[in-house]
T-cell receptor, first 115, second 118 residues
């Protein structure tokens, strides 16, 4: 089945540690995105990538890093510089059709908790 | 900058009844998409319906339909014959029509929590 897979579903991090959230898609989509969701908030964009080996900062990139070495994969690292990392993280992807945006498809999310 | 506003943090509907969720947006662009996403307790974001700005006809997907008022920048979602499984957070989202750059990203409202009473 085609889709977006995020892992792990739940992740616990000690303060001062870096952790990496995985996002893999087999939809052959060009663009991939990372969003953060907090209670009472909509989704906020952390990073996005439209092609391999290229990515751009979103609205709340501080304390996060990404890589895009393969079209299928877009891992997100939450670094110790992120002051309030406890949140729900969603990965999404979309395809470029003749220069037009389409809807985004989402993974099931990762719940990160700092302990 | 584009913004999306959902003015109803919570809504409630009786099973089998109809409910309308409101969404307004602000943009200076003419080519864009609007979406309604559903997020059930599993937290999976599910696309409910989408509307292209250049289309005057309102989108419909089974029990879900929208009222798209482009001049008023309004995009409401109507759920007919509400079912218990419709209970979820609903997010309205905007996306620029042309691929490329940060304007291709989804802009979300803060969501409306819909409860369905049996």
């Amino acid at each position: 089945d085609g889709g977006i897979t995020q892992s792990p579903k739940y992740l616990f991090r000690k303060e001062g540690q870096n952790v990496t959230l995985s996002c893999e898609q087999n939809l052959n989509h060009d663009a991939m995105y990372w969003y953060r969701q907090d209670p009472g908030q909509g989704l906020r964009l952390i990073y996005y990538s439209q092609i391999v080996n290229d990515f751009q900062k979103g609205d709340i990139a501080e304390g996060y890093s990404v890589s895009r070495e393969k079209k299928e994969s877009f891992p997100l690292t939450v670094t110790s510089a992120q002051k309030n990392p406890t949140a729900f993280y969603l990965c999404a992807s979309s395809i470029d059709l003749a220069g037009k945006n389409t809807e985004a498809f989402f993974g099931q999310g990762t719940r990160l908790t700092v302990v | 900058a584009q913004t999306v506003t959902q003015s109803q943090p919570e809504m409630s509907v009786q099973e089998a009844e109809t409910v309308t969720l409101s969404c307004t947006y602000d943009t200076s662009e003419s080519d864009y998409y609007l979406f309604w996403y559903k997020q059930p307790p599993s937290r999976q974001m599910i696309l409910v319906i989408r509307q292209e700005a250049y289309k005057q006809q309102n989108a419909t997907e089974n029990r879900f339909s929208v009222n798209f008022q482009k001049a008023a920048k309004s995009f409401s979602l109507k759920i007919s014959d509400s079912q218990l499984g419709d209970a979820a957070m609903y997010f309205c989202a905007y996306r620029w029509g042309f691929y490329g750059g940060s304007q291709g990203n989804l802009i979300f409202g803060k969501g409306t929590k819909l409860s369905v009473k049996p």
